[in-house]
Nanobody, 127 residues
């Protein structure tokens, strides 16, 4: 059972990337799935979360709101993070994590609050 994050890469400022988080042996529909990122020398930062409930409530950190969109594709057992208007300060390793609690205040959750973590995918925004 694991999460697998992918989709990172090198993109110019203003560009877009779509990250994917696939549940292998794990039905993501039952879980809230959050995206975190960590830049070199900085603390891990919560970016976005999609809740495990009907309607798929979504939450965003201020740094992501208006530019990033989290969504779920149940048939593919995948959660996406669409990132638009990327900035150099978005450069980081991005991780997805899953747990069965609400997304409420997900940015304040510690690593041990989540049931599963995926390996990170590097996003680099540079000209």
């Amino acid at each position: 059972v694991q999460l697998q994050a992918s989709g990172g890469g090198l993109v110019q400022p203003g560009g877009s990337l779509r990250l994917s988080c696939v549940g292998n042996g794990l039905l993501l529909d039952y879980y809230s799935v959050a995206w975190f990122r960590q830049a070199p020398g900085k603390e891990r930062e919560g970016v976005s979360c999609i809740q495990n409930s009907s309607g798929d409530l979504t939450y965003y950190a201020d740094s992501a709101r208006g530019r990033f969109t989290v969504s779920r594709a149940g048939a593919e057992n995948t959660v996406f993070l669409q990132m638009n208007s990327l900035k150099p300060e978005d450069t980081a390793v991005y991780y997805c994590a899953a747990y069965m609690s609400s997304c409420w205040q997900f940015t304040k959750k510690g690593k041990n609050d989540f049931d599963y973590w995926g390996k990170g995918t590097q996003v680099t925004v540079s000209s």
